[in-house]
């Protein structure tokens, strides 16, 4: 493990690498310290705490930043995209979508309603972002981010207004802000091969056809009302392909490691017509419970031809790194622990939180000395222990209140 002192010279870096982002000197005196707060064991991250935690006698400097400072935080995003690319970049690797929930109380937070949250299992007054997370051999963390806006929110313009949302922001769907976030890794030619996502976004028919036009291969949780074509040309949902199922031909294998071991379940993988790249093909992946055999869940797939039934399984058990990612994020960098209602303050501490979280996975790839792979890392062993983030924290003089 590295010393304290290299975590501290490595932030020194990150600091300087996205200092030309912000003109003013006291903006990038903000930005450092805002990150510092986020990496401190500040029981809470908003702005009253992370005063605290940086020696501030008040937020408003803090404050200040957030809400009226000069600065882009969508040249933010694109520099942890970056960052988290020379660092964990990898052919192999797998980009992850996912939303997570931000319980809010109160009307007035840019695109708070009640609506289906994820993180409370229940529909409860929230916000909800859309993310894009990064899985390389080398670790995992965010590299897109996306607030949605719900479609009486986006409808209501005085409303949007006096949230700061801009003129030129229109309601779009999750999985065409999923989509929309793809293509900006693309663009930027972020390095992957991989994308998988839960079934909101893998029944998103448009989408798994852009990407096979790519093409790139991904592995796409799909519901059961989703139709899929056969290789004979026949349409079906994806329900009457199940009541078909023989009983015979599963695969018991691994969807990787979980908190209590690995993820055992019974597989399968049924063809259907495949796609106009020459030699790759589509499936149906069929994942089956063995406590619960009427417990089914599906997927469809799109690879290469020659791609291992075992491949498929092990990309399948990758989505839930981005849920590591949520968890450590909320936990350990203040995700959701703002008091903005803005637009504007929304999307600067949610993407500078993301820079926290990758600064943490950098941290943890380049201080082992054989970073072990997704799959036989434990969720909690990206990160650095409290204990070595609080004398980190020392280090740089910060309260450890």
């Known amino acids: 493990m590295e010393p304290v002192s290299a975590w501290v010279e490595r932030l020194e870096q990150l600091a300087e690498r996205i200092g030309h982002l912000f003109a003013r000197s006291e903006a990038r005196r903000r930005v450092k310290a805002y990150v510092q707060g ?33 600065w882009d935080a969508d040249a933010l995003r694109d520099e942890v995209r970056d960052y988290v690319v020379e660092n964990l970049g990898d052919d192999q690797a797998i980009v992850v979508v996912d939303e997570t929930g ?28 859309v993310f894009l997370a990064y899985a390389s051999p080398r670790g995992h963390t965010f590299i897109d981010r996306a607030l949605y806006l719900p479609e009486e929110w986006a409808a209501d313009r ?36 991989w994308v998988t996502a839960d079934t909101i976004y893998g029944d998103y028919r448009r989408m798994r056809l852009w990407l096979e036009g ?18 004979d040309g026949r349409e079906l949902r994806v329900k009457e392909l199940l009541d078909t199922l023989p009983a015979e031909g599963w695969s018991q294998l691994s969807a990787g490691e979980g908190a209590k071991g690995p993820r055992w379940y019974e597989w399968r993988r049924l063809p259907l017509m495949p796609p106009l790249t020459q030699g790759w093909a589509r499936w149906l992946l069929v994942r089956r419970s063995l406590a619960e055999p009427s417990e089914l869940a599906t997927y469809v797939c799109c690879a290469p031809e020659d791609t291992a039934l075992e491949t498929l399984v092990r990309v399948a058990g990758q989505r839930w790194t981005i849920e590591i990612c949520f968890e450590e994020a909320k936990s350990e ?17 949610v993407t500078l939180s993301c820079l926290a979280h990758a600064y943490l996975t950098v941290v943890r790839s380049q201080t082992s000395d054989e970073p072990p792979s997704p799959e036989k890392r434990g969720p909690w062993s990206q990160l650095p222990t409290r204990d070595s983030l609080a004398a980190f924290k020392a280090s740089r003089g910060l309260s450890s209140h």
Not at 40 to 64: C, F, H, M
Not at 103 to 120: D, F, M, N
């Open 102 to 129: 931000f319980l809010k109380k109160g009307a007035h937070s840019v695109g708070v309603q009640r609506q289906y949250s994820g993180t409370a299992g229940r529909i409860e007054n929230c916000q909800v972002g």
């Open 214 to 231: 790519l093409p790139k291969r991904y592995v796409l949780a799909v519901s059961a009302k989703e139709t899929v074509v056969l290789p």
């Open 38 to 70: 986020l990496l401190s064991p500040a029981a809470r991250k908003n702005s009253w705490q992370l005063a605290e935690a940086v020696g501030d006698e008040t937020p408003y400097g803090i404050q200040q930043f957030l809400y009226r400072a000069r």
């Open 158 to 193: 005085a409303r949007c207004r006096g949230a700061g949302v801009p003129e030129g922001v229109t309601f779009m769907t999750k999985p065409n802000q999923a989509w929309q976030m793809l293509r900006r890794a693309v663009e930027h030619e972020v390095p992957f091969a």
């Open 333 to 349: 960098v203040g995700l959701d622990e703002y008091e903005v209602r803005s637009w504007t303050g929304w999307h600067r501490h």
